[in-house]
Nanobody, 130 residues
């Protein structure tokens, strides 16, 4: 089992919504962590779509999802949720969450790269199609 578990992907029509979950397991606690969501399309490099600092509850979104995607946390469940509205066909891909301990809260301030994160999930597939 991987330390992060994503769920909530599926097939949705353009304009629809989905909510993805990223739950921590194997003793991982999101406190003092930064969490990112990556989206991968076949033949392309993974794209970081947002970076979220768990304790400050602040997130940075890439321009392509800004205003449509929102991340939220449930501290009691040690889980973050990615709400995706107004979905477009170009949002199709495999969505993976990743986390890293970040007590100084500096990870989300720079370029969001896969190599910065220590914990990963298996990914969940999102397909936006009519």
């Amino acid at each position: 089992q991987l330390p992060l578990v994503e769920s909530g992907g599926g097939l949705v029509q353009p304009g629809g919504s989905l909510r993805l979950s990223c739950a921590a397991s194997l003793g991982i606690i999101f406190d003092y962590s930064s969490i990112a969501w990556f989206r991968q399309v076949p033949g392309k490099e993974p794209e970081a779509i947002l970076c979220f600092n768990y304790n400050s509850n602040n997130a940075n979104y890439t321009d392509s999802v800004k205003g449509r995607f929102t991340i939220a946390r449930d501290v009691a469940k040690n889980t973050v949720y990615l709400r995706m509205n107004s979905l477009k066909p170009e949002d199709t891909g495999i969505y993976s969450c990743a986390a890293v301990r970040d007590p100084s809260s500096h990870i989300c301030a720079g370029a969001i790269e896969e190599r910065l994160f220590d914990y990963w999930g298996q990914g969940t597939r999102v397909t936006v199609s009519s």
